[in-house]
């Protein structure tokens, strides 16, 4: 039997009160995806100067 695989990778956030989820299945990691992830969370959400989350 010849198995072939191919990973993913689940990013996500949890808002811990509502339990809001935002998530993204990408084919990698890497610092420049994961800052793009990044910024889109902070694009869905309305982060900025004057909003911003810990």
């Known amino acids: ?3 072939r695989f ?3 990778w689940l990013y996500a956030f949890v808002h811990p009160k509502t339990g809001e989820t935002k998530a993204w299945i990408l084919p990698y990691v ?3 995806l994961f800052n793009q992830v990044l910024a889109d ?9 004057d909003k911003r989350i810990l």
């Not at 969370?41 to 100067?49: D, K, S, V």
């Open 1 to 3: 039997m010849n198995w």
């Open 6 to 8: 191919q990973w993913l």
């Open 30 to 32: 890497n610092t420049e």
């Open 41 to 49: 969370f902070a694009q869905e959400f309305g982060l900025g100067t």
